[in-house]
């Protein structure tokens, strides 16, 4: 199983709280209600941080976490029609790509 995991900031001049409100009851919609993401997506999250004493604060407004069955589901999903032009436009309006950081994992658990 293939995972992509991105460590998005948000873009300029936006709020955090706006940030967490579009990615969640914007962004994270559409991308689940296109067709592709039910044939090909086997899992999607989007985490936010939290307040946590003791802890640093964040470096990133967001996570968000897409796993795929493998590469040819990958490759599918993101040359669809609907991915290219309904969700993929919907990003640069929230995510400093920038600033953002992605990583493609094997993800394995452990407990």
Do not use: C
């Not at 936006?14 to 409100?21: G, I």
């Not at 003791?54 to 990958?74: K, R």
């Not at 029609?81 to 640069?92: A, C, G, I, R």
């Amino acid at each position: 199983m293939i995972k992509l995991a991105f460590m998005v900031r948000r873009i300029e001049g936006m709020s955090p709280e706006e940030f967490v409100r579009h990615h969640r009851e914007q962004h994270a919609p559409l991308f689940a209600s296109i067709p592709e993401a039910k044939q090909y997506v086997r899992r999607y999250t989007i985490s936010h941080p939290i307040e946590a004493p003791n802890y640093p604060a964040p470096t990133y407004d967001g996570l968000t976490e897409i796993w795929f069955d493998n590469w040819a589901d990958h490759d599918a999903f993101f040359a669809s029609d609907n991915y290219k032009t309904l969700v993929q436009p919907d990003e640069p309006t929230f995510v400093s790509f920038e600033t953002s950081f992605s990583l493609v994992t094997e993800e394995r658990t452990v407990i």
